[in-house]
């Protein structure tokens, strides 16, 4: 199990990029501390499971955005959503969240014509 310190340094960590030292200052660790627990897999692994928590969150609301601009014609954002749903076999999804992506592609970007 996680001491408390390490388990503020995940949630630190998981919040986006930051500097072992300032890390170690919130946490009360010295730096070095810091750089150990990184090196540990099972620390790396919380870091990462908490991060995606924290994704998992927000993302209908990024996807909601990234449709917009589809939408409006950004061939950025087409191309980023169609790289993405590439590799959405790839990863674990729950089957609710795969139709909706799809019905959401072909009912509301499918129809329109873009060029790269």
């Known amino acids: 199990m996680f001491s408390e310190a390490q388990l503020e340094a995940i949630e630190i960590l998981s919040a986006g990029p930051a500097l072992y030292k300032d890390v170690a200052a919130q946490v009360g660790v ?46 950025r954002a087409i191309r980023l959503l169609l790289e993405h749903l ?16 799809q019905w959401q592609i072909a009912g ?5 014509d873009y060029e790269s």
């Open 30 to 75: 010295d730096v070095r501390t810091i750089a150990r627990w990184r090196k540990d897999q099972e620390f790396r692994s919380e870091v990462k499971h908490s991060l995606y928590n924290r994704l998992s969150d927000e993302l209908p609301a990024v996807f909601n955005v990234l449709l917009d601009k589809c939408k409006s014609g950004d061939l």
């Open 86 to 101: 590439s590799r959405v076999d790839m990863i674990e999804v729950g089957q609710d969240l795969s139709h909706t992506i």
């Open 108 to 112: 509301e970007i499918g129809e329109h």
